[in-house]
C-alpha cells in the first residue's frame, strides 16, 4: 500500500507548454513537499505547504487538505525544468513518505 | 541552503566488505534520516534518529546499522555489504520549522 500516488509517472512536453503533476495521499499529514531531483543531482524542496498555495517563479503549487490532494504546475516550461519530481508528505505521526515521483522532459 | 553533507559521494566495493556512510550537518537539528532510492521504488527509509543514541528501524533496515553519538553526524553502516545494497543513499535532517526538509548530496555505492 503507497501512502502517496503520483501521476503521471512519466511526461514529456514540448517548450512552453502548462504542465501539471498530481500527488494523492492516505495519511494525515503536517505537510506536503514537492521535491526536484536533477540527473544524477542531490534532492532540493521546491516547496512546503501545509495549506493553500505558494508560487515561485513559474513553479505554483497547490494543495487541498479535504481531499488529500496536492498539484505541481510549471507555467512557460523549459529545458532546464527537465528533471523527476517527486511528492513528499510529513505525517502527523513525524515520518516522510514519499512518492515513486514524475520524470519530466521538456523538449525545446 | 541547510549544512548537510556526506561523505564518501561514491564508493566501490566488494561483497562481504564493511562499508560506512557518514552524514555531517552544522544546523543542530534532531532529527536525521538515511534513505536509499533505487529505480522503480523511490526513497525508503532505512533508519532515523531522533537525538543522540536515539535511533529506530525503518522499512528496509535489515543489513544496516546506524550510530549517533553527536549531534552532528549519523553514521550508517553496513556490516557485510551485499550486490542488493548497491543503491544511491540519501542523508536528510529536519526542521525547524517542523517538517522542513534538506538532503544532502547523495552517496552512491556500488557493491560488486
Known amino acids: 500500500k503507497n501512502e502517496v500516488e503520483q501521476s503521471p509517472q512519466n511526461l514529456t512536453a514540448q517548450e512552453g507548454e502548462f504542465i501539471t503533476i498530481n500527488c494523492s495521499y492516505s495519511v494525515g499529514i503536517s505537510a506536503l513537499h514537492w521535491l526536484q531531483q536533477h540527473p544524477g543531482g542531490g534532492i532540493v524542496s521546491l516547496f512546503m505547504?501545509?495549506?493553500g498555495k505558494k508560487k515561485h517563479g513559474r513553479l505554483i503549487a497547490t494543495i487541498n487538505i479535504q481531499e488529500k490532494h496536492s498539484s505541481l504546475h510549471i507555467t512557460a516550461s523549459h529545458p532546464r525544468d527537465s528533471a523527476v519530481y517527486i511528492c513528499?508528505?510529513?505525517?502527523?505521526?513525524?515520518?516522510?513518505?514519499f512518492g515513486t515521483g514524475t520524470s519530466l522532459t521538456v523538449i525545446p | 541552503d541547510a549544512g548537510i553533507t556526506q561523505s564518501p559521494r561514491h564508493k566501490v566495493t566488494e561483497t562481504g566488505t564493511p562499508v560506512t556512510l557518514r552524514c555531517h550537518q552544522t544546523e543542530n537539528h534532531r532529527y536525521m534520516y538515511w534513505y536509499r532510492q533505487d529505480p522503480g521504488h523511490g526513497l525508503r527509509l532505512i533508519h532515523y534518529?531522533?537525538?543522540?543514541?536515539?535511533?529506530d528501524k525503518g522499512e528496509v533496515s535489515d543489513g544496516y546499522s546506524v550510530s549517533r553519538s553527536k549531534t552532528e553526524d549519523f553514521l550508517l553502516t553496513l556490516e557485510s555489504a551485499t550486490s542488493s545494497q548497491t543503491s544511491v543513499y540519501f542523508c536528510?535532517?529536519?526542521?525547524?520549522?517542523?517538517?522542513?526538509?534538506?538532503f544532502g548530496e547523495g552517496s552512491r555505492l556500488t557493491v560488486l
Open positions: 505547504l501545509s495549506s
Open positions: 536528510a535532517i529536519t526542521g525547524p520549522p517542523k517538517g522542513e526538509l534538506f
Open positions: 513528499a508528505v510529513y505525517s502527523t505521526g513525524n515520518q516522510f513518505y
Open positions: 534518529s531522533y537525538g543522540v543514541k536515539d535511533t
